[in-house]
């Protein structure tokens, strides 16, 4: 007979995971770790003598929980003020995290462009594909996870992943194959290089910034090289101008990025995604509710 393992335990193990699980399906860190406290409740009060896979279980508790966040954030997210996006996750330079938020995501996948392509999915459909492409669930585990057919979920799949595909062209450089367009991109915003800036940056280069209307940002998307280099440098220039700006360089979601303080508090995490040797996008975080988990 197998002993049964502590249920505390059992969830510390798989805590990495689930935490993973609950950030790619809502895209926030606070969401996600609140989906791991409401979950782990659940595990508390679960009959564990009739659980046969622990791992399988607590994913299908987790991504039910993650299910039912995404659902009401989809409806918010529709009042939201200027872009939305993903709350900034600390990765080093291999994808994992180096400490505080324990996970395992890597590569592609914690990527904001990437997190942003899932948005374009149903609820259902992300679940679906997060856990077979992402995480590889059989799709037995996922059809218990998310209350469907085994056949209906491979279809969900299918479905999601033709959407992806139709979306995501190329990959994002890891963060070793992007380090010298990055170091050049930082040094020239350093020192206020427009020309070194826009050498840098791909002809359909689009800058996003998420404020949720709490701090002054840009609330539609700036695209094109010129625009881009001279709304970065101008905005750099503006912070020095109004207190202490203290620069960091530091790895979010799989890039490098710019961790931007102004009289000792966080103001910013601007991350540089690149693609083919150039700067595709840029994305800038103001919105102080998505700062919270970011360390400085």
């Known amino acids: 007979m197998t002993e049964q393992r502590d249920p505390a335990d059992e969830f510390t193990t798989h805590r990495a995971l689930l935490f993973s699980i609950a950030y790619e399906i809502t895209g926030s860190v606070a969401d996600a770790e609140d989906v791991l406290q409401d979950s782990y409740l659940r595990w508390q009060s679960a009959n564990h003598t009739s659980v046969e896979n622990a791992r399988a279980y607590l994913a299908q508790i987790v991504t039910?929980?993650?299910?039912?966040?995404?659902?009401?954030a989809?409806?918010?997210?529709?009042?939201?003020?200027?872009?939305?996006?993903?709350?900034p996750l600390v990765t080093d330079a291999a994808g994992d995290a180096p400490d505080g938020i324990d996970h395992v995501l890597t590569g592609d996948a914690v990527t904001t462009a990437m997190l942003l392509v899932l948005e374009a999915l149903?609820?259902?459909?992300?679940?679906?594909?997060?856990?077979?492409?992402?995480?590889?669930?059989?799709?037995?585990?996922?059809?218990?996870?998310?209350?469907?057919?085994?056949?209906?979920?491979?279809?969900?799949?299918?479905?999601?992943?033709?959407?992806?595909?139709?979306?995501?062209h190329t990959a994002v450089a890891t963060p070793a194959e992007a380090r010298p367009v990055a170091e050049r991109f930082m040094a020239a915003a350093a020192t206020g290089d427009v020309q070194g800036l826009m050498d840098?940056?791909?002809p359909d280069v689009v800058f996003l910034a998420d404020s949720g209307?709490?701090?002054n940002a840009a609330r539609?998307?700036?695209?094109?090289p010129d625009k881009v280099a001279r709304l970065l440098l101008g905005l750099l220039a503006k912070g020095a101008r109004m207190g202490e700006l203290d620069v960091r360089i530091d790895t979010y979601n799989g890039m490098h990025s710019l961790v931007v303080l102004l009289d000792g508090e966080l103001d910013q995490v601007t991350s540089v995604e690149i693609?083919?040797?150039?700067?595709?996008?840029?994305y800038c975080v103001r919105n102080p509710e998505k700062l919270t988990a970011v360390k400085v």
Do not use: C, H, M
Not at 64 to 71: H, N, S
Not at 136 to 155: N, P
Not at 157 to 168: D, E, G, I, K, T
Not at 220 to 224: A, F, I, K, S
């Open 122 to 168: 149903t609820p259902t459909q992300r679940a679906v594909f997060v856990l077979r492409e992402v995480f590889g669930f059989d799709y037995a585990e996922i059809a218990a996870a998310v209350g469907k057919s085994e056949a209906a979920v491979r279809q969900l799949n299918q479905r999601a992943r033709n959407s992806v595909r139709a979306r995501r």
């Open 220 to 224: 539609r998307p700036v695209v094109g």
């Open 275 to 282: 693609r083919g040797g150039v700067v595709t996008a840029v």
């Open 74 to 87: 989809v409806r918010r997210r529709e009042q939201y003020v200027g872009p939305w996006l993903p709350e």
């Open 64 to 72: 039910r929980q993650a299910l039912g966040v995404l659902r009401s």
């Open 200 to 202: 840098l940056l791909a």
């Open 213 to 215: 209307g709490v701090v």
